[in-house]
């Protein structure tokens, strides 16, 4: 008789039993002692199926992929992030702060920090670019004769 972990004894168990890995935060080590203990432990009259092996590592290699992609998503969106900044520099914003404040005003600089690209307004006052409403082009102003 075999000693499945968390529903590990069919194919979708083991999906069941990844997923619940990746979404507890153990990492690959962790589920490779998970293995190892029940390979270690089965019952040597009734081993399991080495199908069932197959199929958990597979599953688990899936998920380490999927969370790959996600690291990968994730820092795109941050590169994004930063030149859409960029981009709106010399432009007039307009947006509501954290501080729930509605800030207008011309875009001078961009500071990339840990939380995100944050826009310099003209005024001094600084904006996330996530809480930007409005972007329009800057209106010229008229000359002084």
């Given at each position: 008789?075999?000693?499945?972990?968390?529903?590990?004894?069919?194919?979708?168990?083991?999906?069941?039993?990844?997923?619940?890995?990746?979404?507890?935060?153990?990492?690959?080590?962790?589920?490779?002692?998970?293995?190892?203990?029940?390979?270690?432990?089965q019952n040597p009259m009734s081993p399991a199926d080495s199908n069932q092996y197959m199929s958990q590592m597979a599953v688990f290699a899936q998920v380490e992929k999927l969370g790959q992609l996600v690291d990968a998503q994730k820092t795109a969106q941050a590169w994004?992030?930063?030149?859409?900044?960029?981009?709106?520099?010399?432009?007039?914003?307009?947006?509501?702060?954290?501080?729930?404040?509605?800030?207008?005003?011309?875009?001078?600089?961009?500071?990339?920090?840990?939380?995100?690209?944050?826009?310099?307004?003209?005024?001094?006052?600084?904006?996330?670019?996530?809480?930007?409403?409005?972007?329009?082009?800057?209106?010229?102003?008229?000359?002084?004769?």
């Open positions: 008789m075999t000693t499945p972990i968390s529903g590990a004894s069919s194919t979708t168990g083991s999906t069941q039993t990844t997923s619940t890995l990746a979404d507890s935060g153990l990492g690959p080590d962790a589920f490779m002692k998970l293995l190892v203990a029940q390979m270690k432990y994004q992030e930063r030149l859409s900044a960029e981009s709106l520099v010399g432009k007039q914003v307009t947006g509501i702060a954290s501080d729930n404040t509605d800030h207008t005003g011309l875009v001078t600089s961009v500071t990339l920090g840990v939380d995100g690209p944050q826009l310099t307004l003209a005024d001094g006052s600084t904006l996330a670019i996530g809480d930007v409403t409005k972007v329009e082009q800057q209106t010229a102003t008229p000359a002084q004769p």
